[in-house]
């Protein structure tokens, strides 16, 4: 049994969410055939086996205790696995649903849980990770060794501790006093712009109701080709889907009677550095908030320019290591205390919560061919938590030319209906 301190990112993921709430990275693949489960549960057991995090469990705390600790077990146990029959698409939504709107308990059964969603079209391969445990790229790391493993392939791994690699501060707190007053500047503009109510997301017949529902939106090569080839000079996929996102809450809220306000948008930014950069099952993604203002949101084309503005300003002055450097400065609070001040956001309340969520995880390889019978992966969702009031996460994910794009909202935001006409919406605008 080895024991492993959760980072600076894990304690905030960890103190984030709830029941009603729950933080879990949503991560599946859909396949043109059918999967055998026996074979998916050992793959399952095997990816456990090369992860220690996703064999993880985490070891009792008082509220009066300082630090969070993983215990990982030398030989994995078992998998928390599950069959679903679906009779038909809707059948999917709701298992995609169910699946997401708890997460795994790391107490007693680990990190993650996976679905197998049997159906005619193509079965459904569905992950929750739960947030402590891992990020976004953790989740495809995840699923890409339950691929593999199915497969009968090699699943590489580097050539480092991937325990001890979890060191957030390491890659990018701040080094250097100059550096550290860069950030402090920043910091203090990012509360400047916060003093003011951030726009809200237009409730769309929201009814109380816990977890999470779904609305998937593929773009194929064709018009994701043409969507891309429009993006002003130097801008990147993420800075356009940003900006579109931004452009979408605008003219949904204008249709809705809204007030104008900025549109904050959180963005996971990967540190993983480059060399391992699909690498590890931990927290990489520090957040950071791209701001669009009101004078930038009425057309594709300047919010796009506005959003490359904010993210090479993030880039040049390696701004997403400030929130690592807030974390740090509490390392020695007692976990009551730190369960409070991320999850109830006392004195900034509300303010401190962007507009919606963002998360790309860029162009991602194709997961490898699945067993002797040549079974494709024919699509790939991801999307992360969001909590009310950010209603709405989007997830984005790019392979092969083809974009996926998974909108994840709060039920009290929206209904089926009023997600997909938002979905609708946001397609609409990546085309303008």
């Not at 009603?20 to 489960?37: C, T």
């Not at 107490?107 to 569905?126: H, N, P, Q």
């Not at 501790?161 to 860069?182: C, F, I, M, S, Y």
């Not at 900006?243 to 904050?264: E, F």
Request: aromatic share 6%; with cysteine.
């Amino acid at each position: 049994m080895r024991q492993a301190r959760l980072d600076f990112l894990d304690e905030a993921c960890l103190n984030l969410g709830s029941d009603i709430e729950p933080w879990s990275v949503h991560f599946e693949v859909r396949v043109d055939g059918s999967l055998d489960a026996e074979r998916v549960r050992d793959a399952v057991r095997q990816a456990m086996a090369i992860h220690p995090i996703a064999r993880a469990r985490i070891a009792d705390w008082a509220a009066t205790d300082t630090r969070y600790w993983w215990h990982i077990p030398d030989v994995p146990g078992e998998p928390t696995f599950s069959i679903a029959e679906c009779a038909s698409l809707e059948d999917v939504d709701k298992v995609r649903s169910a699946l997401q709107s708890h997460v795994p308990d790391i107490r007693r059964r680990g990190t993650f849980e996976v679905v197998l969603a049997k159906s005619s079209g193509g079965d459904y391969l569905m992950l929750n990770l739960h947030h402590a445990a891992g990020d976004g790229m953790s989740s495809y790391r995840l699923m890409n060794s339950i691929i593999r493993n199915y497969a009968g392939q090699p699943d590489p791994v580097p050539d480092f501790d991937p325990v001890t690699a979890r060191n957030v501060r390491k890659l990018v707190g701040a080094r250097r006093l100059v550096e550290r007053a860069v950030r402090l500047r920043s910091l203090l503009g990012h509360l400047s712009i916060s003093s003011l109510d951030p726009a809200r997301v237009a409730i769309e017949r929201g009814h109380n109701e816990a977890g999470y529902g779904f609305h998937l939106l593929k773009i194929d090569r064709d018009e994701s080709a043409r969507i891309m080839s429009a993006r002003p000079d130097g801008a990147t996929v993420n800075d356009l889907l940003l900006a579109a996102l931004a452009v979408t809450i605008r003219r949904w809220n204008d249709a809705h009677g809204k007030r104008r306000r900025r549109i904050s948008i959180t963005m996971p930014f990967n540190v993983r550095p480059p060399e391992w950069q699909y690498e590890v099952i931990g927290n990489f993604a520090s957040y950071v908030t791209a701001h669009i203002k009101r004078g930038e949101q009425s057309a594709l084309v300047a919010a796009t320019k506005a959003a490359l503005r904010r993210t090479t300003t993030i880039k040049t002055n390696r701004t997403q290591g400030v929130l690592v450097d807030l974390l740090a400065m509490g390392t020695l609070l007692p976990a009551g205390i730190k369960a409070g001040l991320i999850a109830k956001r006392p004195i900034v309340g509300d303010r401190a919560v962007d507009t919606a969520m963002l998360s790309n995880l860029g162009r991602l390889a194709n997961p490898d061919v699945l067993g002797g019978n040549a079974v494709d992966v024919t699509e790939l969702w991801f999307s992360p938590p969001c909590t009310m009031p950010m209603g709405i996460g989007v997830g984005a994910v790019t392979v092969d030319g083809e974009m996926f794009l998974t909108v994840r909202y709060r039920h009290p935001q929206f209904d089926a209906a009023a997600a997909q006409e938002f979905s609708d919406l946001f397609r609409e605008v990546l085309r303008s």
